[in-house]
């Protein structure tokens, strides 16, 4: 799977779940700081990758996806 593939449904299913438009997330676009995504969307937001790209992804890496490029990073180091 390539990355650009990765990062267009990354940046899917963040718009999805934070109700944000595809011009407003980059790579570098934190789900907190600049999407104001709370304690409960940011586990969800991780439901969401898990369920789109098949994986299971463990608390304590989690907990270090803070950015959409994070995310694609890690999706594509696990597929």
Not at 34 to 62: H, K, R
Request: aromatic share 6%; glycine share 4%.
């Amino acid at each position: 799977m390539t990355n650009p593939s990765i990062e267009e449904r990354v940046t899917r299913i963040v718009c999805n779940q934070m109700g944000t438009s595809p011009d407003k997330v980059t790579k570098d676009t934190s789900f907190v700081n600049d999407l104001g995504a709370d304690s409960l969307d940011t586990v969800e937001l991780v439901m969401e990758f898990e369920d789109e790209f098949e994986i299971s992804i463990p608390d304590e890496d989690a907990e270090k996806i803070q950015t959409v490029g994070n995310a694609v990073d890690y999706i594509a180091s696990k597929s």
